[in-house]
């Protein structure tokens, strides 16, 4: 591991430190497996490291170790990273007015069949006659919903409004979770800056 590192020739202390980073961490880098089983010490690309008979995954991002002294590579996949965020965040809010539009026609929808529905039953003008009438009626009542198809139909299609407005109702919620997440995501990109 030491070959892959260049010690500053500058500093008075690039020997003594090449020589303590040679001793503590003389790994071998290898991309073959056999020669990993082989050596004392070795490390993957994959982040597993063999120290003796010991195995260890170093599951840690990439990003958060910076060697050396430049910085740009990091600094470049974070812009990366916030350009995605902010591509993510647009969708996401593209998503949330379409969601939105979706859910109010759902729930005009449902005002108006629950409208029409309302106008299938006759108004209570003369109680006198609907008293006389009511049995003739529940009966006329149940024999329209079991014959007339129509009604049957306007009553799945409320229900299946209902169960639309629901779901997106949970798909609007979920986006505005996701477009707030999205956000914090990058507000702390642009405080790392």
């Given at each position: 591991?030491?070959?892959?590192?260049?010690?500053?020739?500058?500093?008075?202390?690039?020997?003594?430190a090449?020589?303590?980073?040679?001793?503590?961490?003389?790994?071998?880098?290898?991309?073959?497996?056999?020669?990993?089983?082989?050596?004392?010490?070795?490390?993957?690309?994959?982040?597993?490291?063999?120290?003796?008979?010991?195995?260890?995954?170093?599951?840690?991002?990439?990003?958060?170790?910076?060697?050396?002294?430049?910085?740009?590579?990091?600094?470049?996949?974070?812009?990366?990273?916030?350009?995605?965020?902010?591509?993510?965040?647009?969708?996401?809010?593209?998503n949330?007015?379409?969601?939105?539009?979706?859910?109010?026609?759902?729930?005009?929808?449902?005002?108006?069949?629950?409208?029409?529905?309302?106008?299938?039953?006759?108004?209570?003008?003369?109680?006198?006659?609907?008293?006389?009438?009511?049995?003739r009626?529940?009966?006329?009542?149940?024999?329209?919903?079991?014959?007339?198809?129509?009604?049957?139909?306007?009553?799945?299609?409320?229900?299946?409004?209902?169960?639309?407005?629901d779901?997106?109702?949970?798909?609007?919620?979920?986006?505005?979770?996701?477009?707030?997440?999205?956000?914090k995501?990058?507000?702390?990109?642009?405080?790392?800056?």
């Amino acid at each position: 591991m030491v070959a892959k590192l260049d010690f500053n020739p500058k500093s008075p202390f690039a020997a003594w430190a090449e020589n303590a980073v040679a001793a503590r961490f003389g790994y071998v880098c290898t991309d073959d497996f056999a020669t990993f089983e082989r050596a004392e010490k070795a490390v993957l690309p994959s982040g597993l490291i063999r120290n003796k008979n010991r195995h260890e995954r170093d599951d840690t991002a990439a990003h958060h170790h910076i060697l050396g002294w430049d910085n740009r590579e990091l600094l470049r996949e974070c812009q990366r990273r916030g350009r995605e965020l902010r591509v993510a965040i647009s969708q996401a809010e593209s998503n949330l007015r379409r969601i939105d539009k979706e859910l109010e026609r759902a729930e005009k929808r449902e005002k108006d069949l629950d409208a029409f529905l309302l106008f299938n039953q006759f108004p209570k003008l003369d109680w006198q006659a609907d008293a006389h009438h009511i049995t003739r009626l529940t009966h006329q009542k149940e024999a329209l919903e079991n014959e007339d198809a129509s009604l049957k139909t306007l009553k799945e299609q409320l229900a299946t409004l209902r169960q639309t407005i629901d779901k997106l109702s949970k798909d609007r919620e979920r986006t505005r979770d996701e477009f707030k997440d999205t956000e914090k995501s990058l507000q702390a990109l642009a405080a790392g800056k």
